[in-house]
């Protein structure tokens, strides 16, 4: 019983000790629409009784770096960090780990969650249009939603796939468009994108991709059963 109590005592203390305290964690970024690379800063403190080193920083993307104000803390200092997120074509929320890595024991690798929304200004559904082989080829739509403050207009689109043929129908101007995808034949198996290209002003969201495909019967009915049991 003795051993125990010391064990668990030494195990608060320890844990007491983590020298790495985040202020904030996750740390959430709001881009606007056309930001391509966003900044923004994190602080920690030091709660230890002895110096802490950085020692590395990693993120679990090529698009997020870190970096921060220097190496060495002193007991109770606080500190600076700069994030930078690159944004590219991402649109969402993005959720990226970034590890920091210190001399600490208890916990050398402390990981800060950063959550990046970046608004979502065309909506394309379903995400995925699908037909089974044998399936009679019908027509299908997309229902692509323009929801930005100032409307956007389609102004093309086309198939990765000479078989399967596109089209586009304005319902809404500027607002909401459908978007019709008739594949020839659904004999064999096909995967296939459609390119949406719109006359948006900023670079990003010029190109829209959605997807199709025709599958085997037996694939459908996993897809199907799988669905049925995510949403329970």
């Known amino acids: 019983m003795r051993l125990f109590f010391i064990a668990t005592i030494f195990c608060l203390t320890h844990a007491l000790d983590a020298e790495l305290a985040l202020d904030q964690n996750p740390l959430v970024i709001n881009p606007k629409p056309e ?35 220097k190496a060495i803390y002193q007991p109770g200092e606080k500190g600076t960090g700069r994030a930078k997120f690159k944004i590219s074509t991402f649109t969402g929320k993005q959720e990226k780990a970034l590890h920091i890595y210190t001399d600490d024991p208890a916990e050398p690798d402390k990981v800060l969650m950063t959550i990046i929304d970046v608004p979502v200004l065309v909506t394309v559904e379903p995400k995925l249009l699908e037909w089974v082989i044998g399936e009679k080829p ?9 929801i930005a403050k100032e409307p956007m207009k389609i102004t093309e689109v086309k198939s990765t796939r000479e078989s399967v043929a596109v089209s586009f129908t304005e319902i809404t101007p500027g607002r909401e468009y459908h978007v019709t ?52």
């Open 181 to 232: 995808v008739k594949p020839t034949s659904t004999a064999d198996v096909l995967i296939g994108a459609v390119t949406i290209m719109t006359d948006s002003k900023i670079p990003k969201y010029q190109r829209q991709l959605a997807f199709f495909n025709v599958v085997r019967a037996e694939q459908a009915e996993r897809k199907k059963k799988a669905e049925e049991e995510a949403s329970k």
């Open 138 to 146: 019908e027509a299908k739509d997309f229902i692509i939603k323009m």
């Open 35 to 69: 930001d391509e690379i966003v900044e923004t800063t994190f602080t920690f403190t030091n709660k230890s009784e002895k110096p802490l080193r950085i020692t590395g920083l990693d993120s679990s993307c090529s698009c997020l770096e870190a970096s921060m104000d």
